[in-house]
């Protein structure tokens, strides 16, 4: 690889990460513009009159409320079923493992449309109305598959002498659970709640036919966009990128530190080998 | 404290496949006995039997005279090592040793105490608070050691533990498994494919081949007196020399073989198939023919090894014979092409058939 | 299983296989079942339900059929039932947006995953999967407010004089490929750089040292490394494309249709539940011969794509 042909590469991954950053900085600056219609230009002086009106605007509270229930219930079911699937399936080889696999990441491929209607009609016909209710039933039948697939790729790195140590020490099954198969899995499972949480934040589709007449934001959302809009909804953008911005910052630092940490053990241990020899 | 186990008529199948065939043997408490054996002899699968991992298609095993069957390996009255040591990565080394503890609802200060004592005992005072990956490999073993002992098991099971260290650091740790064995009294039960280990570290060994136990003697036996060919030949180095008995009878026979016709020790069992057994070292190079069990070779190849000389010689008919001298500083090393004797004491030769009721 | 129940004993694998179950059977397989179902009966009022009127029939799907206009599929004019022409617009362009995505993304995962230095990655990583995270209606609103009429890309370019009046960005499917390549490009970067980079460095070194030209390279030995990574960038891509609603319904113009939007007018507007399922299903048919094609086309299992 010459060296012309890597400065191109360089330039390119520029343009792209510009073209990702671009949208979201329009968007998020379109919140200080003083003009009743979202845009940077033309530019009418910088208020900050917009996110007054985000705070005064209860409904988006309200829809962000029921955002964060329906995203903590997803979250909470979804990484239970998908860790108890993950260890299931793990045991299991063969034919009824590919059948039983296929069934579990079926959902991530299927139309959110399909999930949502096919949840609706389902829970009508024993007489459970629509609701926000729902919208966590359908949401679970796809994100439970998300952490069902990293707890198990977590299972692979899983050294199932350290069950049978921990069994042959004395310890009940519970005990085994608990302080060596879920210690392990936690990386999994922590991430798997976060992307569970974040998807169901996301979700548009499932809960649209599934919601009944309550609001999550991103509907609230839409439905704004498509009835007239204020720059309330960049108000909310811009604390939302800033919001992940400073998560992103926290995960990244964290994981950071806990490398460090680890790469310093390892080469305690090392030096500890080599002075043995 | 310690108990002794027996295995009797344990079978233990795989399928079709059978894994352990019929082995009998009472290991004795506060005994150190090792079963030998290569990789897919079915040694594992006893330890894994014996520790409740397993269970037996047929027979029973006893631990201090009581039946396993049914037992979890919670129950158990054994603690194991196992062949990659098993400690927990994610608990400091103290909360490694006393988890046995731990889950048997001990409180956190008696723990840590006793961690500390386990600690002291296999050499490693500071490691408490240290994790795993900070240790050496051979920190990480008597770790694990520590770990198997703070249960105050009757018996301890060992998976090949040493095999994943260096050759210094694993001469270095068998002695010090057998100090801890013989501090604390406990039975051990020791698996290894590595004979040197077997024969240093046990007071019997039990060598295994194809599922079924060979030969349960103590080390020195099963080098010296091995009952059948398998034995003779994993056991050790061997010249094997193909043919049939002359005169049957106890003691010492007549056998002959393509480059002549030898005297050697006839054991009870050499019925069938047999073979001559000659270790290398108990053959002797002479200028001239000895008076019995000789034959002349030409000398073909000469390798200094240090401590010992090996010679290999062709005879007549191309067979290849070895012979090992030990170099006491003054042994004459013969050039390659000289003609020469060799010959072997009849007490030193064995008769024997391939394996044991096979 | 035997194994299950000497690891965690009875109660715990009990509660494991009940809690997949539940997940697998009234999460999953009955509410498709209950779809299934509902897709060949009649729109009937309340009272009507399971009375003599209440009989299977394929009716709903003939809707399909109904009402033939005149439209154009990239360019060539066809005469065909409007559902028809909006399911195989939907297909073309979700087709369309995965091959644009693929352009992009496969330079930026080499990039990452063979030239740039390990170091710097994390750092990369970050900064791309940001954009991801911010949720995805937002990032359809950004694009609303930029291809506006009197936005920020019409502003921009007349500033540079590039052109002489606003272009009306949101004009039939336009916006909506727009939308869709910026939404979902990342789903083909992440699944493209896993399989590059399990590629040994070496093979591309000896092709360099053997005198392969850079394009040769790829085409004989990244490329075809890359496949699974391809394939399920591909299927993921082509699926949240044809199965967006967000994206056609903010950045569609009064002259575009997305199949999803047929759907919802369905169950939404119309409140005909059972013709909007004989739709869904009729999508989630698509989507399994899609994702059959894919894996036959590639060569690659299940297991390779859902990564």
Redesign the interface.
Known sequence: MTNPRKLLGHIYMGTFLLYLIIPLVIMAGAAFNDSKLPSVVPWKGTTGRWFVDLWNDSAIWFAFRNTLLVAAAVAIIAVIIGTASAILINSISGRVRSVLYGVMVAPILAPGAVIGISTLLMWDKIGVGSGLHLSVLGQVSYIAAFVMLLVLARLQSF?Q??E?????????HA?VMR??LL??LYPAIGAGAAIAFFQSIENFNVTLFTRGTSNTLTVYVFSKVRSGITPTINALAFLLIVATLVLALVYETNRRRKAKL?AA??A??RR?????? | MSAGIDLDNVCCDFGSFRAVDHVNVNIQPGEFFSFLGPSGCGKTTILRMI???TDPSSGAIRIGGKDMKGQ????RP???I?Q?L?L?P??PIWENIS??L???GVDKATRRKKADELLALVDLPDAGDK?V???????KQRVAIA??L??EPSVMLLDEPLSAL?L??RQHMRAELRAIQKRTGVTFIYITHDQGEALAMSDRVGVMSQGRLQQVANPRDIYNNPVNGFVASFVGENNILPGSVQNPGAGIASFETAIGTFRARLGDQSKGDVKLYVRPEHMTLLAAAGAENSVPVTVADVSFEGNFIAVQGVTANGTTLTAELRNDGSATVPAPGTQMHMTFDAARAAILPNTTGA | MQDLL?RYGAALTAAFILLTGFWLLVLVILPNITLFEASFRPYLPVVDVGGPRDTYSLNNYAKILDNSVDGSILGIPVHMPVHILTFLLTITYSALVTILCFCLAYPLAFYLSKVVSPRSLPTLFLMLFVPLWVSEVLRAFAWYIILALKGPLNWFLLTLGLIDAPVRWIAGYDGIIIGLVYTYVLFMVFPIYNAIQSLDTNQIEAADDLGASWWRIHWRIVLPHSKPGIASGAVMVFMLSAGSLLVPSLLGSPNSNWFTQTIQQWMLESQDWNTGSAYAFMLLILCTVFVSLVMRLFRVKLTDIAK
């Open positions: 050294d002498g350290l049978e140590a921990a069994l042959d020490l004395g310890a009940s005990q302080r060596i210690p392990h680890e053990r390892e305690e241990g500890a080998s080599e002075l043995e020899e | 520790s409740g991992f979890r390996p919670n129950q054994t603690a194991l196992f990659n098993a927990f994610l608990m988890f046995g731990e889950v048997r994790m990956s900070q240790l050496s490999g051979g920190q770990r198997a703070a249960v260096d210094k650091l | 000497r």
